[in-house]
Structures are given as structure tokens and as C-alpha cells.
């Protein structure tokens, strides 16, 4: 079983719809929580960055962690084709120096 | 917010020569440096760790003596892919952690490209 679970997708939306990501993971040790945006060839986009349970919004982005549940999730609202890009969920635990364990991405294609 | 440049973008190189690979962190220290390797529709694979000043710490399967890491100061970390050949033709990207890391998240490079013909 691997750490950080994530469907890959592909998911296709409309544009405007709301979108969910979700990943889960095994560690409960995992304190830290990220969401990255990457689009094709280029290196992973910091999205949200989450600190243990709760919620995070950003603009039209809402980061979720339920710690109990060992799943995170994140919203898109009012998405739009700019949006269309693999996202990452990653995760790690203090004393680990930034290694990241990553989710295996979610292509998502926003159609006009 | 932090900025990690790398370069080249992307890279074209015959088989059997070495190619470099450099990333900076260019408004703070990164303490840590990571290198990953990407392969199509795949997520990032950690390659290995690098700290300022000491020895990487390669995962388990990756060839140290192909990709050799160099990490020789607080701003600077460079990948060098010896003896290259077609099958490591594939997207490289690094990550840099300094302080920041832990209450902003951590950042990465626009990735690097390398194609061995």
C-alpha cells in the first residue's frame, strides 16, 4: 500500500463547475499538507500549503485536512479552463527536512 | 515568496557524454536541497537529498555514480548525469527547503528536460 493514495483521473469538468481532489494517506505522523499545480513540462506550483486539521481557503481554492480521517481534499470553485493541469497532493512530517511524499496527481480538464 | 531557479530548461545530449543540471534558491538559504525525476503522466520520484556541505543521500535503486549531487552552498546544488544514456532521457526537477519550508510550503523548480539521442 503505498503512503499517499490519489485517483489519477482523468477528471473532465465544464467550466464553472466546482471540482474536489481528494488524496489519502496511512502516516498519521504527516503534519504538513500541500497542494502543488503542474502543468505539462513545467516544475509543481505551490498551491496551498496546510498546517495539521483544518481548512485553508485562497481565492477560489479550499484546502480541507481531516486528520482523523487521514484524507485531505481540495476545492476549485468557478473553475476555468486555465485551470486544466495535473494537481499533487504531497504531505510530510516534522524532522523530515522537506522530503515530500507525493499523491500520484490528478489530470483535470476544464472545458469551455 | 520563495523563488528556486533551474537550468537549463531543457537539454539535448549525446549518448555517452555528461550533462549539469543547476538549482538555486534566490532569496534564502536552502539548507536542503531535492532532487526528483518525473516520468510521463507519473508523479515526482525522489532521486535524493542534498545538505549544504556534506555527502547525498541517494533513495534506494538510484545510481550514485550516474547522478552525482553537489551541494556547495546554502543557495546552490547542481545534478550531473554521467555517461548519459537514452533511458535517462527524462523531466528532472529540484526542490529547495530553508526555514520557510515548514510554515509556507516548500518549492521547486521549473524542471529540466533532458533528452539523450
Known amino acids: 500500500q503505498k503512503e499517499v493514495e490519489q485517483d489519477p483521473g482523468p477528471l473532465s469538468v465544464p467550466e464553472g463547475a466546482i471540482v474536489s481532489l481528494n488524496c489519502t494517506y496511512s502516516n498519521s505522523a504527516f503534519q504538513y499538507f500541500m497542494w502543488y499545480r503542474q502543468y505539462s513540462r513545467k516544475g509543481p506550483e505551490l498551491l496551498m500549503y496546510t498546517y495539521s486539521s483544518g481548512n485553508k481557503e485562497d481565492g477560489r481554492f479550499t484546502a480541507q485536512v481531516d486528520k482523523s480521517s487521514k484524507y485531505i481534499s481540495l476545492f476549485i470553485r468557478d473553475s476555468q479552463p486555465s485551470d486544466s493541469a495535473t494537481y499533487l497532493c504531497a504531505m510530510t512530517r516534522y524532522n523530515q527536512g522537506g522530503k515530500l511524499i507525493f499523491g500520484q496527481g490528478t489530470e483535470l480538464s476544464v472545458k469551455p | ?117
Open chain 2, 1 to 117: 515568496g520563495a523563488v528556486v531557479s533551474q537550468h537549463p530548461s531543457r537539454v539535448i545530449c549525446k549518448s555517452g557524454t555528461s550533462v549539469k543540471i543547476e538549482c538555486r534558491s534566490l532569496d534564502f538559504q536552502a539548507t536542503t536541497m531535492f532532487w526528483y525525476r518525473q516520468f510521463p503522466k507519473q508523479s515526482l520520484m525522489l532521486m535524493a537529498t542534498s545538505n549544504e556541505g556534506s555527502k547525498a543521500t541517494y533513495e534506494q535503486g538510484v545510481e550514485k555514480d550516474k547522478f552525482l549531487i553537489n551541494h556547495a552552498s546554502l543557495t546552490l546544488s547542481t545534478l550531473t548525469v554521467t555517461s548519459a544514456h537514452p533511458e535517462d532521457s527524462s523531466f528532472y526537477i529540484c526542490s529547495a527547503s530553508g526555514d520557510e519550508g515548514r510554515t509556507h510550503g516548500y518549492t521547486f523548480g521549473s524542471g529540466t528536460r533532458l533528452t539523450v539521442v
